[in-house]
Structures are given as C-alpha cells and as structure tokens.
C-alpha cells in the first residue's frame, strides 16, 4: 500500500489531489511535488523489513505513488551497486571515494527509475500512451516502459541525438521524432502532440513521479552506507530530477526516522558541462532562477538542457544543502572517463565521468578535504556511448 496523500507546489503551496492526471502547478506553473503520510508511515513501516523481504526500486513501494502493486511496470530497475574506488580515490588524493552506478539499470541508465514509477502511475490513472522529449537515454527508457506495459510511445529526440538512443527507441516500437534543435524544441513539439492527442506528456518534472522514481537512488545510498550519509554528492546535472530526487528521499528518510536527525545531509553538487552551464551560471549570480543557456552543446546528451523547468528546486538545493555548481569541459570528461576505467573497471557513462572531473576541480580549489566520504552518480553505462 503506498503512502501518497497529495500533491503540493513548493512555490505557491497550493494542494491537489494525487488521484487524477496533473502535469505543473495550474496556479504558478512550477513542478509540483508527491506527498505521503509520513507520520503514519513512520507508525507502521518497518525500515529493516523493507529492505530484508524484498529488493529493488519497487522494495520502497510504500512511498513511491502506485497504489496497486498490479499497475507496476518493471524491468528489474534499481539496487544498482555502491561501488568503493580506492584506487580512483587514491588517484585523486581521497580515501572514501563511492561511485554509485547507475549503468547497472535496465536500458543503461538511471532514467529507467523515473520512467518505471512515471509509466506505472500513469497506467493506474488509465493513460492512454505517452509523449516525450528526450536529450536521448529518457526517450529510449520511456519506449522500453511503454513497450512493457503495452502502450504506445512518441519520442522527439534532437536529430544529432547518439545513434544509440534513436535505436533503442525504434527497437522498441515507439514512434520516433527527429527534431532539428534542442531538447528545448523537442519539448515544444511534443507538447503540441500532447494537447492534440490526449497522450500524456512525461517531460521531465511537467509530470510529478519520474522524481518519485529517481529519488530512490537517495534510499539505496542510505541503506548500502548503513543509513549514514556521504559528506558530498555530485550529480551530473541536466533536468536536475535526480539532484533534488535525493535531496527530497534524504527529508522523507529523517522524517520516517529511518536516519537521525544528528546525521549530517551531504552537500549536493550539480556538475554541468562547460558548453551547457545555465544551472552554473545562475548559482554563481546568486540568482534563484536560471537563463535559456544560448548555443548549447557538449558531448554529454544528458547534460544538454539549456533551460530546466526545475531551475528554482535545483538552486534552493544547492543552497540549503551548503553545496556548489561546477562545470566540466568535454576534455575533462573524456580524460575521467578512461581513468574510472582504468582504476575500477567501471565504465561510465559522459556524464557520470564529468562528477569525477569536478572532483578533481573541488579537492584542488579546497572545497572537498581529503578525509571526507564522497558519493560520484555514474548515471549510465559507457556501452551507449560513442567511444
Ligand atoms: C538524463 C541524464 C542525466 C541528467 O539527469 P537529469 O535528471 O535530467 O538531471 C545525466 N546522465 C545521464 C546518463 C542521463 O541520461
Ligand atoms: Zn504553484
């Protein structure tokens, strides 16, 4: 049985009703947020049964939105390994250095835990096919998960998207769309089909459970650390659904009492690609909102979002958790990448090495001290990668 109450807007705090379609805040236009029952949660859940009886994204079941356990879309995602790098570590000059990776997820990439709660919500609430825009790997989860639950997909992808991604989706059976431009253009033209067909659009955070999804990766670190926390988390940030996801399951998990209130949060990290820095760019302006970043591009897909609906989450999180925003160029990224590989044998996906690249950066700067415990997400598999 899942604890989901209702669904609030962290700007204007205005609630709705959880129970049927809602994609932004019809108020304010912000993301809006899922709630649960926490103190009656923390009553009657018990924390080291959950993680005893079963396993996976769908072990935190109580507190993700699907309220029948037959609407569930799986393809195995979640439990990816905390991985301890000591030799990274040592290369970098630190000795509790943990790279969580995510290329362990069906499709290759933690958007499967977003797409995998998204889909399996909206399959409840009776959906009838979905539509999204996609820097690549979201669009190739979303035809997977469309695929499994018998649904029909669109997916509108730059045309100079990885081969691998427009692959993946047309293996699938989705339809789909090769827009000249951004993900930004993507969007447009996917909404349009949206309003035009009834499908339901899961662009990220314009629908409130891909976050439901991606913020598990926050109750798996809490659990393999012994429900102890990093000092630091870098994220490779895009969207920015997994950096707030964390950020939002570290809150619920005090509140549920599952970690003390004593226990320290980490300082979240938002790394951004130097062709693609509008996140960057607003936190060191000290803004509270980001700008259309003008001619964006990088290497790394995932991280070409030149203008985030969840800018002001993101900020508020870098702010409240004491963190930073630090850009990575594409040389840097490929020069981690081969040393992830070389020192663990993980291959990591672009993005995922740029977390490594910034950390050089913030332990050479002082910011990151020798002796703290560090957490890189290593979103996806290199494997999708052009090498
Ligand atoms: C989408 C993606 C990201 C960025 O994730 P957001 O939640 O959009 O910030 C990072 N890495 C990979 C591999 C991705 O596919
Ligand atoms: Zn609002």
Same mark, same amino acid.
């Given at each position: 049985?899942?604890?989901?109450?209702?669904?609030?807007? +962290?700007?204007?705090?205005?609630?709705?009703?959880?129970?049927?379609?809602?994609?932004?805040?019809?108020?304010?236009?912000?993301?809006?947020?899922?709630?649960?029952?926490? +103190? @009656?949660?923390?009553?009657?859940?018990?924390?080291?049964? /959950?993680?005893?009886?079963?396993?996976?994204?769908? $072990?935190?079941?109580?507190?993700?939105?699907?309220?029948?356990? %037959?609407?569930?879309?799986?393809?195995?995602?979640?439990?990816?390994?905390?991985?301890?790098?000591?030799?990274?570590?040592?290369?970098?000059?630190?000795?509790?250095?943990?790279?969580?990776?995510?290329?362990?997820?069906?499709?290759?990439?933690?958007?499967?835990?977003?797409?995998?709660?998204?889909?399996?919500?909206?399959?409840?609430?009776?959906?009838?096919?979905?539509?999204?825009?996609? %820097?690549?790997? %979201?669009?190739?989860?979303?035809?997977?998960?469309?695929?499994?639950?018998?649904?029909?997909?669109?997916?509108?992808?730059?045309?100079?998207? +990885?081969?691998?991604?427009?692959?993946? &989706?047309?293996?699938?059976?989705?339809?789909?769309?090769?827009?000249?431009?951004?993900?930004?253009?993507? !969007?447009?033209?996917?909404?349009?089909?949206?309003?035009?067909?009834?499908?339901?659009? &899961?662009?990220?955070?314009?629908?409130?459970?891909?976050?439901?999804?991606?913020?598990?990766?926050?109750?798996?670190?809490?659990?393999?650390? !012994?429900?102890?926390?990093?000092?630091?988390?870098?994220?490779?940030?895009?969207?920015?659904?997994?950096?707030?996801?964390?950020?939002?399951?570290?809150?619920? /998990?005090?509140?549920?009492?599952?970690?003390?209130?004593?226990?320290? $949060?980490?300082?979240?990290?938002?790394?951004?690609?130097?062709?693609?820095?509008? /996140?960057?760019?607003?936190?060191?302006?000290?803004?509270?909102?980001?700008?259309?970043?003008?001619?964006?591009?990088?290497?790394?897909?995932?991280? $070409?979002?030149?203008?985030?609906?969840?800018?002001?989450?993101?900020? $508020?999180?870098?702010?409240?958790?004491? !963190?930073?925003?630090?850009?990575?160029?594409?040389?840097? /990224?490929?020069?981690?990448?081969?040393?992830?590989?070389?020192?663990?044998?993980? @291959?990591?996906?672009?993005?995922?090495?740029?977390?490594?690249?910034?950390?050089?950066?913030?332990?050479?700067?002082?910011? &990151?001290? +020798?002796?703290?415990?560090?957490?890189?997400?290593?979103?996806?598999?290199?494997?999708?990668?052009?090498?």
């Amino acid at each position: 049985m899942s604890y989901l109450s209702h669904l609030n807007c +962290p700007e204007c705090d205005k609630s709705f009703s959880a129970d049927e379609w809602r994609t932004v805040c019809p108020n304010c236009g912000s993301p809006l947020l899922a709630r649960y029952d926490l +103190p @009656q949660a923390r009553a009657c859940l018990d924390r080291d049964a /959950m993680t005893v009886c079963s396993t996976g994204m769908w $072990r935190w079941r109580e507190l993700l939105p699907v309220r029948d356990v %037959a609407h569930i879309v799986t393809l195995g995602e979640g439990n990816t390994p905390l991985l301890h790098a000591p030799r990274l570590g040592e290369l970098l000059g630190l000795t509790h250095l943990y790279v969580k990776d995510e290329g362990r997820n069906p499709t290759g990439t933690f958007k499967a835990r977003g797409i995998a709660a998204a889909v399996s919500r909206a399959v409840e609430l009776g959906v009838l096919g979905f539509v999204i825009p996609t %820097a690549g790997n %979201a669009g190739g989860a979303l035809a997977a998960y469309a695929a499994r639950a018998g649904l029909p997909a669109h997916v509108f992808m730059p045309a100079d998207a +990885p081969q691998s991604n427009q692959r993946e &989706v047309e293996m699938a059976g989705a339809q789909l769309h090769r827009v000249n431009g951004l993900i930004s253009d993507a !969007g447009r033209e996917s909404a349009r089909l949206a309003t035009e067909s009834g499908l339901f659009d &899961v662009s990220t955070l314009k629908e409130p459970y891909r976050l439901e999804g991606k913020k598990t990766m926050g109750y798996e670190i809490a659990l393999d650390l !012994g429900w102890q926390l990093p000092d630091v988390i870098l994220y490779p940030t895009g969207g920015g659904t997994g950096l707030i996801g964390i950020w939002k399951a570290i809150d619920e /998990m005090q509140q549920l009492g599952w970690i003390a209130r004593s226990v320290q $949060r980490p300082r979240m990290v938002c790394v951004q690609a130097a062709g693609c820095a509008p /996140m960057v760019k607003a936190f060191e302006e000290g803004r509270d909102r980001c700008e259309f970043f003008t001619g964006a591009q990088t290497i790394a897909a995932g991280l $070409r979002v030149p203008k985030p609906l969840g800018d002001r989450l993101i900020l $508020r999180t870098l702010r409240e958790s004491n !963190g930073t925003a630090i850009a990575v160029s594409d040389d840097e /990224m490929i020069t981690a990448r081969a040393q992830i590989a070389a020192a663990e044998g993980i @291959q990591a996906c672009l993005e995922g090495a740029a977390t490594v690249a910034a950390l050089r950066k913030l332990i050479a700067s002082g910011w &990151v001290k +020798p002796d703290e415990c560090v957490l890189c997400l290593n979103t996806g598999t290199g494997f999708k990668d052009p090498l």
